[in-house]
């Protein structure tokens, strides 16, 4: 008897059946593209998802007995807008977390509507990747799409919508909206009003363990799965990771090492950094989180390694072994699709800083690992100012594949990194709030605290601490030095791609 947990990441959908808390019996991970159509824009294909998610779901379950799948939990990268007709059709691309079309929408919301009342109605201000901007962006762009929908969906709930034909969502997914009240846990009237759109054409909202719908007659000829099975309402990728790493006390911490990059801490109770530097957001076990959330983490990796290097991971991660801390003074900005946590600006952009004859690829590899840390530690420093105990950080996502990157976040924070060997992360989260909500467990907690699962450990070395606590105000100051020079370059990237 066993539980399934689907992670519909930004890479690709993981699919894994657990029996044991914390221990994937089984995984299966599908691929599928990402496109930038233009510059700043970042869209999938809902259709791609549904088939690789249908197609892992068959692999995954090839010889299981039927009667032993007791529930599925889904989670998911947050934020993206799904365009769902009236028949359950896609009208239109997904725009997703990290595209940054949005940029005028966000001015509306922040200086029309105004940061404050955002505040009060959701916890958190406009930011280009949030939902709301997207359907304000819809509205003026594509009228007649905007017009023929039903539903606005996030990306997990459309998968959650496949399987049932029922329209759900939980709210920690519903909290990266912008238009759900985090405080109430319930969509904002107040937002509705501002965007136009009513609540019936949003989905239903559920803790993310309550069970939301079953597997209908559709959805188990494409999957192979047995009808009837229950399906939990599942959590936006970051809290459903905490959950399969059992980060749902305050004063621990979770890094999300994935596509994006993540700081997320939970809170008792709601909370909200009253900069808007950091999310206020639901988690997934009913208590709430902040979380900063950066947006080219091991996506940088994979830019250098696969698209400038055309190189394996394992061939150039074995030669930036031998490049010391610090990479000989050479700094990486990894903001190739702009930032989110700290400097919200669309317009920043990836830079390589201090390269001299005596640089070479290993140390090019290394300020990639170590340039997306130092942006990871901005968030950390936020937390430290709002006085968040810190000690040390559980670690997921497909970076912890390099002992590397993981020594290098121990060095750099100077904490203990613990990471799982079991990579499932948000899938055996998402199969943890199956089990909850099937009843096996009373609670999140309760089902936490018999988490099985081996860790890993890196220690700091004071050493290299040394060096990155040096570097640190440097990569800080470089931004800030940039910051008027990436507007300019914007200015002249929009002009030549009117011409
Ligand atoms: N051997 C490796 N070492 C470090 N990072 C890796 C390795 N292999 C893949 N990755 C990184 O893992 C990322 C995918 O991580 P994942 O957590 O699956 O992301 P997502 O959930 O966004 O799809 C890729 O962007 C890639 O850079
Ligand atoms: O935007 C956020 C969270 O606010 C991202 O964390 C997305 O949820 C995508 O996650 P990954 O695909 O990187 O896991």
Redesign the pocket.
């Known amino acids: 008897m066993g539980y399934i947990g689907i992670?519909l990441?930004?890479?690709g959908v993981k699919l894994i059946f657990m029996k044991k808390v914390g221990v994937a019996e089984r995984q299966v991970t599908k691929e599928y593209p990402i496109h930038h159509p233009q510059a700043g824009w970042s869209e999938q294909d809902p259709e791609d998802w549904w088939q690789a998610t249908a197609e892992g779901l068959r692999e995954l379950t090839e010889g299981i007995e039927p009667a032993d799948i007791k529930a599925i939990g889904v989670s998911?990268?947050?934020?993206?807008l799904v365009v769902v007709d009236k028949k359950g059709d896609v009208l239109t691309p997904a725009i997703?977390?990290?595209d940054q079309r949005t940029d005028e929408e966000c001015e509306y919301l922040n200086e029309v509507i105004g940061r404050d009342l955002l505040t009060k109605y959701t916890g958190n201000m406009a930011l280009t990747?949030?939902t709301a901007p997207k359907i304000l962006w819809l509205k003026k762009h594509k009228p007649e799409v905007a017009e023929r929908a039903q539903f606005f969906m996030l990306p997990k709930d459309y998968i959650g919508y496949k399987l049932t034909g029922a329209c759900f969502t939980d709210v920690s997914d519903a909290s990266?909206t912008l238009y759900f009240n985090v405080k109430e846990r319930t969509w904002s009237k107040e937002m509705l009003d501002v965007l136009g759109i009513s609540e019936s054409m949003l989905p239903t909202v559920h803790e993310s363990y309550e069970i939301a719908g079953t597997v209908n007659e559709q959805a188990a000829v494409e999957t192979g799965l047995p009808t009837g099975v229950k399906v939990a309402a599942g959590a936006?990728?970051?809290a459903a990771?905490a959950v399969g790493s059992a980060i749902i006390d305050e004063g621990t911490t979770l890094v999300?090492l994935?596509?994006?990059?993540?700081v997320f801490s939970p809170q008792e109770h709601y909370a909200v950094d009253k900069g808007n530097r950091l999310?206020s957001?639901c988690d997934a076990s009913g208590k709430w989180h902040i979380?900063g959330?950066m947006?080219s983490?091991?996506?940088s990796l994979k830019w250098w390694v696969e698209d400038v290097q055309h190189g394996n991971f394992d061939a150039l991660l074995a030669e930036a072994e031998g490049a010391p801390a610090g990479s000989k003074g050479l700094y990486f900005l990894p903001y190739l699709s702009g930032e989110?946590t700290p400097h919200n600006d669309p317009n920043a952009r990836g830079t390589f800083a201090g390269l001299s004859p005596l640089h070479t690829r290993a140390d090019m590899t290394r300020a990639v690992l170590e340039g997306v840390i130092f942006a990871l530690f901005e968030s950390v420093d936020i937390l430290k100012q709002l006085h968040i105990p810190f000690s040390q950080v559980k670690v997921i996502?497909g970076g912890t594949k390099s002992p590397l990157w993981m020594q290098i976040l121990a060095d750099l924070f100077n904490v203990r990194v613990i990471t799982a060997h079991d990579p499932g992360?948000?899938a055996i989260g998402a199969a943890i709030l199956a089990a909850v909500g099937d009843g096996a467990y009373q609670s999140v907690q309760e089902a936490c605290g018999t988490m099985d699962s081996t860790d890993v450990i890196y220690e700091p070395k004071e050493s290299n601490h040394a060096i990155y606590s040096r570097m640190y105000p440097l990569f800080q100051k470089l931004y800030v030095s940039l910051k008027d020079v990436f507007n300019e370059m914007q200015a002249i990237e929009g002009k030549s791609e009117e011409r």
Not at 76 to 80: A, K, R, S
Not at 258 to 262: D, K, L, N, Q, Y
Request: hydrophobic share 30%; aromatic share 8%; charged share 10%.
């Open positions: 992670d990441g930004t890479s998911g990268q947050m934020h993206g997703l977390w990290n990747g949030f990266g936006g990728d970051n990771g999300s994935g596509t994006s990059g993540v999310h957001f979380m959330v947006l983490a091991a996506a989110r996502g992360g948000p």
